[in-house]
């Protein structure tokens, strides 16, 4: 089954062929990101804006790219949210159009269910599983049953991983996009700093407003006294906070599930400080760590590819009333 996916939730213009749930046959990515770099984030009406003008290429590139016409494809998936309303109803329209012309399936997908199953596209998902979900919107503790079934254990309770990566970059002077370059930095410097672990219980819930404050008032404090704080200790201080509680609850929720089977998604899953500690901690306690490629940790239309064809199997198919949900929970 060949499924054309359209991805447009951020600032991403995505689109993909993928075969069976499994094997990318072509996948283009235009990011916008020079563009929002001069805003210092992005801006909702710019990012739809671009998706409109670009869309139409998109996709006729990645027909191009796999040498197939659109009569070859099966079904089209898309994006339907959570993500900015403007930017997810260009993907949207583009997909109910192209379902309407040529008569084939319309599957709505949840873009986190997206970054989950952009690890099947490295190995076949095995179950049951832990999903970590950390990305710019999503810090979430999920367990899989099976293909498509989402059980939220916990999330964050303020600020989502990522967007406390993009914020602590600003007040260190790291330009936009953060998360990357502070995780760089981090490699780099020394944890000095003293900050606390954030919603350090038993819990599978995170809160990183807190540690993020701490940041500032540091910082602060320091430029008060007339000293710069150093960039990769601050970073590397910030990124050890964070990875020591995402990883301890994360392998706490595998041992209370008695689960073997991890998978990291979402964009923050291209941490490396994250990669390493995952993998030590999972080699220890013998569970399968999946952790997608870099090329899929960030927005892409091959994930949604990826979970379409499980989506469709459990009978997500849509009708041209389908409308782009800027919140919505992972069922
Ligand atoms: O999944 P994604 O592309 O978009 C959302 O769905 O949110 O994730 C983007 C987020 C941004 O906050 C970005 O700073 C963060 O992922 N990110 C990283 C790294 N690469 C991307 N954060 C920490 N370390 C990284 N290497
Ligand atoms: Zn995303």
Redesign the pocket.
Known sequence: MYILAIETS?DETSASIIKDGCEEISSVILSQMNTHANYGGVVPEIASRMHIENITMVIDEALKKAKMKMEDIDAFAVTYGPGLIGSLLVGLMAAKTLSFIYQKPLIPVH?IAG?IYANNLVKRLEFPLIALVV???HTELIYMKEDYSFEKLGGTLDDAV??A??KVARVINVPY????L??KLAFDGQDTYDLPLPLNDNSYNFSFSGLKSAVINLAHNERQRGNEIIKENMAASFQNRVVEILVKKTMKALKDYDVKNLIVA???A???GLRTVLKEACEKADVNLIVPEMKY???NAAMIGAAAYYAYKRGDIADLNLNAKAVDSLR
């Open positions: 951020c873009h970054h990305s710019g919107g990522g967007e990566y993009d996009p953060g998360g990357p502070v995780d979402g964009g923050v291209a941490n490396k940790c960030t927005d």
